[in-house]
C-alpha cells in the first residue's frame, strides 16, 4: 500500500469543479489527483534539475 502523502489539492475546490462540469466526485477521486499533483511536481523538479537549474518554472510542468 503506498504511504500517505501530504495533500495539495483544497478538495472543496476540485468537488466545486468537478460538479460545475456536471459530475459528481467519488470517495477516493481526490486522493487519486492528489497523487497525480505529487507526481507531476517530481517530474517537474527533475527536469528542472537536468536543465542545471534550483527553480521549478511552469514549462517544467509540460509532458513531452
Wanted: proline fraction near 3%.
Amino acid at each position: 500500500m503506498p504511504k500517505r502523502m501530504e495533500m495539495l489539492v483544497i478538495g472543496s475546490k476540485a468537488k466545486t469543479e468537478i460538479k460545475r462540469l456536471g459530475c459528481n466526485t467519488a470517495g477516493d477521486a481526490l486522493l487519486g489527483l492528489n497523487g497525480w499533483a505529487h507526481w507531476l511536481i517530481q517530474q517537474a523538479a527533475k527536469r528542472a534539475k537536468a536543465n542545471g537549474r534550483k527553480t521549478v518554472r511552469a514549462h517544467d510542468f509540460i509532458l513531452p
